[in-house]
């Protein structure tokens, strides 16, 4: 929170032109950092008032390869300006993230208090250091390396008195500054917590970039308390494994006294009364423990030390926003991982996606992810199924209508489908399927980004992130002339293809997600040979027909069951299972799974004479599956 009481806009403005026409220095009547700050833009040749030319913002193909140099930082603070956004969102503010020379790398947040130049110059590209802007809380907080709030009259040009601002240096686990973390909003809405809101937030993204940039290191993670390891304010400190200090966050090093200076060039020994082997070994031990560590001053602290390999963070709802929604699909198969990193990559440079793969693949599901990791998530995901929709009414469909268009039209008309999904996301799936009358229209409104409605003269603009979905091989098609070939390029800005379900690697883990999806409540899993064929088999509805295997198993079991054998199978897919040649059942003479159930039963009632609730221990099923599947 801020100490020194902002001075009123009159009285600040009467100090700034002091400071330009004569010379006098505002101190002590304004806070010492922003007269600092003046002091540095009537250095660099600014003029408080009059017009502002600033030719070094950076566009097109510039922009990008700073966007790229930049990944590191971009892609850890991403997340963190999402949850962010959360807290602010209902504040006209913005949140903003520049690089180390003030150039806005990524911003979210609401732009209606802005006015168009103004909104020009908060986009990706602008640069906000103090030479070029003045006083402002990006480019002072890089200027101090400190976190800076900057209100109404205090920034140095008059046109950027409407800001309130509040910004937050991010360094790296070296002390490198990598960036600024920024709010800012109209000063009418500042509020006093805003910049510990946003000096929290760049901490978060610190620690972040440690673990990333220390992941193959020991990390050792401290805190005065043994309840904050695990949380935003832990200190975070990595060793090399003969003991030299080689990475920290700002907390870390402050509990231990050094600066990041002092990295790369300390022991363990210099820092800690235990042994560094010995540290080791009791969190080999008792690693769920955190050990109290003494510095050699006597400052007493809790800390568990971990292989960053090994390393299980404690994440509280403080601590670090959730995954993003295609990283809340990913179960670890590297083909599926790959197609999600790129369009991640895509979705928002205005670039169309095709998502192609076989049916059952979960193309929809992927496309919903991936509008849920653009910047348009707040606007609508519009799915439309070009195979589903009768051709008499697919363009109504898609393009709405007037009143009085056709017969049948409703009185007030229709948008359609394409104007529903301006400023969020279009998903065509199947759009192999579109009739070719119809491509015409569509490569049309792609164009020129507009939309005629049926009856109507007057095109309506539309503006949408634009990904399709298909099985088909839509160059084979267009080959053929079964699809136009002008709009084959037109939606194939970037093609990923999912992989079938027999191609992945992490069916277990998928299956485990299933069941627990179907079944929050309980602990399922799916009995070893069970599993092991179904492993095996080809699935050729993929995940469409496993999770309906699954979901109909988990309804078949009882109460007290706990694990999914054959009886739970409906008996197509037994037998289909059972006939797998790579993967068969063990042999019994039975021909057919149903067959092998029943004579596995008999003689689970003969050895147990009889008694019902023995045998069907002995199945590991229930009395009541066991009833069931007498004949």
Not at 46 to 59: A, E, F, K, Q
Not at 170 to 185: N, R
Request: with cysteine.
């Amino acid at each position: 929170m801020r100490v020194h009481t902002i001075l009123p806009a009159p009285q600040l403005r009467q100090a700034r032109l002091q400071l330009v026409e004569q010379g006098i220095s505002p101190a002590p009547v304004v806070d010492a950092l922003v007269s600092r700050s003046w002091h540095r833009s009537l250095a660099a040749g600014l003029s408080p008032i009059g017009r502002l030319d600033c030719h070094d913002n950076l566009v097109g193909n510039s922009l990008q390869r700073a966007r790229t140099l930049n990944h590191e930082l971009i892609s850890h603070s991403e997340p963190v300006m999402e949850y962010l956004f959360e807290q602010v969102s209902h504040s006209h503010s913005m949140v903003i993230l520049a690089d180390a020379q003030g150039v806005l790398m990524h911003t979210l947040g609401d732009l209606d208090f802005l006015n168009k130049a103004e909104r020009v110059a908060l986009r990706c590209g602008a640069s906000w250091a103090e030479n070029q802007r003045g006083t402002n809380a990006i480019g002072t907080a890089l200027a101090e390396t400190h976190d800076v709030e900057i209100n109404g009259a205090e920034h140095y040009l008059d046109r950027n008195g409407f800001l309130t601002c509040a910004a937050a240096p991010i360094v790296s686990a070296q002390g490198q500054l990598m960036g600024i973390l920024d709010i800012s909003g109209d000063h009418r809405s500042r509020h006093p917590h805003t910049l510990g809101l946003v000096s929290t937030a760049a901490r978060m993204i610190e620690n972040s970039l440690v673990l990333f940039a220390c992941r193959q290191q020991i990390l050792l993670q401290l805190h005065t308390r043994p309840e904050g390891i695990g949380t935003v304010a832990q200190g975070m400190i990595a060793f090399s494994e003969d003991g030299w200090l080689v990475g920290a966050n700002r907390k870390g090093l402050e509990f231990i006294g050094l600066k990041h200076e002092d990295i790369g060039a300390t022991l363990w020994s210099h820092l800690f009364d235990l042994d560094f082997q010995r540290m080791l070994g009791l969190q080999q031990r008792h690693g769920h423990r955190p050990c109290l560590l003494h510095t050699p001053q006597g400052k007493a602290l809790y800390a568990q030390l971990h292989h960053q390999s090994r390393i299980q963070q404690k994440i509280t709802h403080c601590a670090a926003p959730a995954k993003d929604a295609l990283s809340q699909l990913d179960s670890g198969d590297r083909l599926w991982r790959s197609a999600a990193d790129k369009a991640r990559r895509v979705i928002d440079k205005g670039i169309a996606l095709l998502v192609t793969g076989e049916s059952g693949v979960g193309k929809e599901l992927f496309a919903q992810a991936v509008h849920q990791c653009s910047l348009r998530k707040a606007h609508p995901f519009v799915a439309i199924n070009c195979a589903a929709l009768p051709e008499h009414l697919i363009e109504a469909e898609l393009f709405g209508y007037v009143n009085g268009a056709f017969t049948g039209a409703t009185r007030q008309g229709a948008p359609g489908r394409l104007r529903e999904a301006d400023g969020g996301t279009l998903f065509l799936d199947e759009i192999g399927d579109m009739p070719l009358s119809l491509q015409t229209r569509l490569l049309r409104v792609l164009q020129e980004r507009q939309v005629t409605p049926l009856g109507s003269s007057t095109p309506v603009p539309v503006d949408f992130n634009l990904i399709c979905a298909t099985h088909q091989n839509l160059r084979q098609a267009a080959e053929a002339g079964r699809f136009r070939s002008d709009l084959y390029y037109r939606i194939n800005g970037l093609t990923v293809e999912l992989p079938a379900l027999r191609e992945r690697s992490d069916f277990q883990t998928l299956t485990e997600r299933m069941l627990q999806e179907f079944a929050p409540d309980m602990d399922l899993g799916i009995a070893p040979e069970v599993m092991s064929a179904m492993a095996a088999f080809d699935w050729p509805g993929n995940l469409r027909q496993l999770s309906h295997v699954l979901r109909t198993a988990v309804a078949l079991m009882d109460a007290h069951e706990s694990q999914i054998h054959w009886v739970h199978l409906p008996d197509d897919i037994a037998q289909d299972l059972q006939s797998s040649a790579e993967h068969p059942v063990p042999s019994s003479p039975a021909q057919n799974l149903h067959e092998l159930s029943r004579n596995a039963i008999q003689q689970a009632l003969e050895n147990a004479r009889g008694n019902v609730s023995a045998a069907a221990r002995q199945l590991g099923i229930s009395r009541q599956t066991l009833y069931r599947k007498l004949p």
